[in-house]
């Protein structure tokens, strides 16, 4: 699995979009678009950054009967995306729908990707709200598990948890680990975090770096120092 760095281009605009990738002429680092861009500007800015030449995770964590999940897998399919994610509370049976969805008339498909239990529900939500009574991290590596076997290729978790999943779910199981943050940077609201090199040593398969590079004065140093410490 090759290692990357994927910059999370948590932006409201297409404009302020395609002017941050200005900045990095000539290098096309792999990009994710979330819900807000996506909500904004609809499929042609993935249209648009994947016509510039960059890989592009669309993370737009898909919640749905299977039905349906199969059929927007579908249509996101069609934008040439690189990777697509979806809620495994959904069921396995919504997972098996969205990989049939995905993939492509040739055979092709982008990687799914699964999300487990967000990292903003605390153990007690969790309990008192959802009524899951068992721990979190239990919960977490049982829907990994789920994830594995309807069939995905990997899941989002915190960098700490890459291990433990690649121990239960297998080293071929992708981990996409956010929550990074370099030696020297600011936290900001993220609690569990690790560096680059850290999530490299734990094993993550991909990092997700938002604002250590996007609030960095000059964003494309950042990103190469991303990627000196996490790919080598
Ligand atoms: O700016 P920062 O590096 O914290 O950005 C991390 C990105 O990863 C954001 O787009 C955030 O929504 C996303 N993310 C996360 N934690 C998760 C899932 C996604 O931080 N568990």
Do not use: W
């Amino acid at each position: 699995m090759g290692k990357d760095v994927i910059i999370a281009c948590d932006f409201s605009s297409k404009e302020e979009t395609l002017a941050f990738l200005d900045k990095f002429s000539g290098k096309k680092p792999y990009v994710k678009i979330g819900m807000e861009l996506f909500y904004a500007e609809g499929p042609a800015i993935v249209r648009e950054i994947k016509a510039r030449g960059h890989k592009i995770f669309l993370d737009l964590k898909l919640h749905d009967i299977p039905n349906t999940v199969k059929k927007a897998m579908a249509v996101l399919s069609r934008l040439d995306v690189d990777m697509v994610n979806l809620h495994a509370a959904g069921t396995r049976a919504m997972m098996e729908g969205a990989l049939e969805g995905v993939t492509r008339p040739d055979g092709t498909r982008p990687l799914v990707i699964a999300v487990t239990q967000l990292t903003s529900t605390s153990q007690e939500r969790m309990q008192e709200e959802l009524l899951i009574d068992q721990p979190m991290d239990k919960t977490v590596m049982h829907y990994a598990d789920n994830a594995a076997k309807a069939g995905l290729d990997g899941v989002v978790c915190s960098p700490m948890e890459a291990g433990k999943v690649h121990a239960t779910c297998g080293d071929g199981f992708v981990t996409v680990t956010p929550g990074i943050r370099f030696a020297d940077g600011d936290k900001g609201d993220q609690v569990r975090v690790t560096t680059p090199a850290q999530a490299k040593e734990i094993g993550s398969d991909y990092i997700v770096v938002g604002r250590p590079i996007t609030g960095a004065a000059d964003p494309v140093e950042a990103y190469e120092r991303c990627v000196r410490e996490f790919v080598g």
